[in-house]
């Protein structure tokens, strides 16, 4: 059944641009592109690293991680500092609590850690300031249709992870569910439930707080979900909700209609080569995923036997 959905995907002409659709599935004549995918297994609490273009076993497994806290492996991403090189930002958690950690990718070592009151679902650092948000949806069942969820800002007090430090309350945050720093605007941005908005990060001597750019706020989506940006196109950004994948203009800040109209996709990114990957639900299945990741373009899923896989990341500190 998950395999059949594999190309059921209906591309948007509106802001979609060009290679962006599936015309290019089973053009076999051009080797797939080369890239490194990060995914987070539910049923392990594990993030392993593969090349796309081998079978996800153990025998290929280029990295891996046992994060911080119990629960489940809701983000992974790699970023670049100045203090500690290339790190991971990792949270896990549960519907009641969470915590959120940070390792230096090199040798693995834990530089932070913190734990969150809600089920967090996604980390970010701003590039500059070293402040990272965490995204926490609310307590208990209900995904979406609960109210509650919050935004957990912390500061750093020198150039190192490990000090980062709680910077004020939580920012209330509908279902708060994605985030992504924007290095060309200098806005976070922020999805969950209908909404997607961008803040800026505004620091005064020992302070950080968020300041919503209303200008940017679209309220278009049902029970909003993953946030990424388009390495192909960095003018848009990629946001899935319950219903389907869509393309946000930053300029005007339009939403496309849906280029793809599967439901549940969990994460979704535009690689630079015109790759599409993503991970997804199935109706009447486990609620986080399935066993696969997708690769829309090249026609391929790809299988980690024994795993619900909730995202998969690109290999990269890019934010865009």
């Known amino acids: 059944m998950d395999r059949r959905d594999l190309l059921k995907g209906v591309l948007a002409g509106a802001v979609a641009g060009p290679a962006v659709g599936l015309a290019g599935a089973g053009t076999a004549s051009a080797a797939p592109a080369q890239f ?129 430090v709680k910077a004020g309350s939580p920012v209330p945050f509908h279902q708060a569910h994605g985030l992504l720093w924007d290095p060309q605007l200098e806005r976070m941005w922020v999805t969950g439930g209908k909404r997607l908005t961008a803040y800026r990060i505004v620091t005064t001597g020992g302070t950080a707080k968020l300041v919503e750019d209303t200008d940017r706020r679209l309220d278009a989506f049902t029970r909003a979900h993953d946030l990424q940006p388009d390495y192909r196109n960095p003018g848009r950004l990629l946001v899935t909700d319950t219903y389907g994948v869509y393309a946000v203009d930053k300029a005007t800040m339009t939403r496309s209609a849906p280029l793809h109209s599967r439901r549940l996709v969990k994460s979704y990114v535009h690689h630079s080569s015109g790759e599409q990957m993503w991970t997804g639900a199935v109706e009447g299945g486990n609620a986080f995923g399935t066993k696969y990741v997708h690769f829309n373009v090249s026609g391929v899923a790809r299988a980690r036997n024994g795993a619900i896989v909730y995202k998969a990341r690109l290999d990269t500190p890019n934010y865009l």
């Open 36 to 164: 490194n995918v990060l995914i987070g297994d539910v049923n392990s609490g594990k993030i392993f690293l593969f090349d796309r273009n081998k079978p996800f076993t153990d025998a290929n497994i280029k990295w891996s991680l046992n994060p911080a806290g119990s629960g489940h492996p809701m983000e992974h991403r790699f970023r670049d500092t100045n203090g500690d090189g290339r790190i991971l930002l990792a949270v896990t958690g549960t519907a009641t609590s969470g915590t959120a950690s940070i390792y230096r990718r090199s040798d693995k070592t834990k530089l932070w850690e913190a734990t969150v009151p809600n089920y967090p679902h996604a980390i970010e650092r701003a590039r500059g300031t070293g402040v990272v948000v965490v995204a926490g949806r609310s307590h208990g069942s209900g995904g979406g249709s609960a109210t509650g969820g919050s935004l957990h800002v912390f500061r750093p007090t020198n150039s190192h992870s490990g000090s980062l």
